[in-house]
């Protein structure tokens, strides 16, 4: 595939992510132009849990698993995500550790990172990025804080 291919199709994987909604089709490619794919293996960690975070993942082939849990014996797997989903996104906000392990369980996954400093120098100079994005990030946040209150079981 050209170089050109990956960008377009990157493009049109970001057009359907929450978090870029809004975004005109040059802002999306400013935010693929500060992408870069990584391929990862079956079972290979992509981060663990406690770790620095400095970056967003975006997949775009295969699929992860999301694990809570310090210890591998009691650590439970909260949920999979795949093509389009996103992971790590609180990298780009606060300098947190990473709350849940993220594991590669499919072969030849390929999944775009965006790293912190580079989404913030593309925020500078571009401000309505950075404001559709935190505003989208900010409405998820809000979506899940709500659910979690609404579930008696998330208590």
């Known amino acids: 595939m050209s170089p050109e291919g990956t960008e377009v199709e990157l493009i049109e994987l970001l057009k359907g992510v929450e978090l870029f909604a809004g975004l005109s089709d040059a802002q999306l490619r400013r935010l693929a132009a500060i992408s870069r794919p990584v391929r990862y293996k079956d079972s290979e960690i992509i981060f ?4 620095e975070g400095d970056q967003l993942y975006i997949i775009r082939e295969g ?3 999301v694990t809570i849990g ?3 014996e009691t650590a439970r797997s909260a949920v999979y995500l795949g093509r389009g989903q ?9 300098y947190g550790k990473r709350s849940a392990t993220i ?4 072969n030849d ?6 790293k912190r400093e580079d989404f913030n120098q593309l925020c500078a100079a571009d401000t309505a990025i950075g404001y559709m994005v935190m505003r989208n990030l900010a409405s998820d946040i809000s979506f899940k ?7 008696p079981a998330s208590s």
């Open 109 to 114: 996954a390929i999944i775009d990172t965006i």
């Open 63 to 65: 699929q992860v698993e």
């Open 145 to 151: 804080l709500r659910h979690r209150n609404l579930n």
């Open 103 to 106: 594991r590669c369980v499919s």
């Open 48 to 51: 663990a849990q406690g770790d």
């Open 70 to 72: 310090d210890d591998p």
């Open 86 to 94: 996103i992971f790590g996104e609180m990298a780009l906000i606060d």
